[in-house]
């Protein structure tokens, strides 16, 4: 009976914490993204770094950054991006390094690319979360912070 309990306990919480946004506020936080997205894909790299969170920023210099930027955008050369579009968004909490446990907006990319006469496609998850002001800051994983925090480019 326990089991039971704590599984539907379990069940009701990941169905209320992951539930869809259907805010205003929140879907123009995904056009945000898919315009933050084409930005990063297109090199314009000033566009994107003014909304990572500001402890992350202090981790690395925006000139690391970049730099890291340009060295992934170099191996996708040739690449013909087709579209970037949002799968959705939800409100969930995440632990991050620096930050903790901390509310999110969790919002789902899809972009298509063709890449040597092939169609593909990935998905990518972006946290954001609320500042003081009212904003939405940027937030990197787990990997991506440990890589900068060694002054390392991160793997993907």
């Keep these: 009976m326990r089991v039971v309990a704590c599984v539907a306990v379990l069940c009701l919480s990941l169905v209320l914490t992951g539930s869809v946004v259907a805010s205003p506020k929140y879907e123009a936080l995904e056009r945000f993204q898919v315009q933050q997205t084409w930005a990063s894909i297109r090199g314009q790299y000033g566009k994107v ?62 972009v298509k690319f063709r890449d040597r006469g092939t169609t593909q496609t ?28 060694a002054h390392r480019c991160p793997s993907s």
């Design 49 to 110: 770094w003014p909304l990572l969170h500001p402890r992350y920023q202090r981790v690395t210099t925006r000139a690391f950054w970049e730099a890291c930027q340009r060295k992934r955008a170099q191996k996708r050369a040739g690449v013909e991006w087709i579209s970037v579009k949002s799968t959705g968004a939800y409100k969930d909490w995440v632990t991050r390094p620096l930050l903790g446990w901390i509310p999110v907006v969790v919002i789902g990319i899809e």
């Design 122 to 149: 990935v998905r990518e998850t972006h946290y954001w979360t609320p500042d003081t002001h009212g904003e939405f800051a940027a937030l990197w994983d787990p990997a991506t912070y440990r890589a900068y925090k």
